[in-house]
């Protein structure tokens, strides 16, 4: 069965960078684009991008553009989400959702100084 | 402010029939088909219906997708006290170029 399996919760300071994984299981990897959605504390859902695990190649939304950062490691199966300059607002939790049909557990990034 | 807007909250009967609106655009709903996501609360969406109203293996018949110029609906009949969790609709946006959702509407079953 499919599983998203993703990295544990992060508390960072403003400025700082975060890098989530998300580890695949259960389909081919190289056959579903990636996405990446976010939810801040009582809010709604956003999506930040999506990467072609075959290819490595992204789209991002422009509210994050030059500041997120979307691989792939096909021999692991695994995406990452690195998101820099880090600000409160930042606070969340960050899903991997394969074709956005598959989410993973998410992980809580919290941004405090 | 989200680009598809969904009614903040709903709520029903154990046994009743709700309905939950998604309002978009024609660069968005008019354009491309819509998915729903169920989310309980403390986890991860779960995906209800897909391409406006086809629903994955293992999604009960009660619940039905409809779309209609740049607005679609999500139907749960015969309301069950499970059923209480937030509901999203989402659909690709040719204008953003990237994926839009709405707000969310927190369904109570009362």
């Known amino acids: 069965q499919v599983q998203l399996v993703q990295s544990g919760a992060e508390v960072k300071k403003p400025g700082a960078s975060v890098k989530v994984s998300c580890k695949a299981s259960g389909y081919t990897f190289t056959s579903y684009y990636m996405h990446w959605v976010r939810q801040a504390p009582g809010q709604g859902l956003e999506w930040m991008g999506i990467?072609?695990?075959?290819?490595?190649?992204?789209s991002y939304a422009q509210k994050f553009q030059g500041r997120v950062t979307m691989t792939r490691d096909t021999s692991t199966s695994t995406v990452y989400m690195e998101l820099s300059s880090l600000r409160s607002e930042d606070t969340a939790v960050y899903y991997c959702?394969?074709?956005?049909?598959?989410w993973g557990q998410g992980a809580l990034v919290t941004v405090s100084s | 402010q989200s680009v598809l807007t969904q009614p903040p909250s709903a709520s029903g009967t154990p046994g009743q029939r709700v309905t939950i609106s998604c309002s978009g655009s024609?660069?968005?709903?008019?354009?491309?088909?819509v998915n729903w996501y169920q989310q309980l609360p403390g986890t991860a969406p779960k995906l209800l219906i897909y391409?406006?109203?086809q629903r994955p293996s293992g999604v009960p018949d009660r619940f039905s997708g409809s779309k209609s110029g740049t607005s679609a609906s999500l139907a749960i009949s015969g309301l069950q006290s499970d059923d209480e969790a937030d509901y999203y609709c989402a659909a690709w946006d040719d204008s953003l170029n990237g994926w839009v959702f709405g707000g969310g509407t927190k369904l109570t079953v009362l």
């Open positions: 959702a394969k074709g956005l049909d598959y």
């Open positions: 990467i072609n695990p075959s290819g490595g190649s992204t």
């Open positions: 391409s406006n109203n």
């Open positions: 024609s660069s968005n709903i008019g354009s491309n088909t």
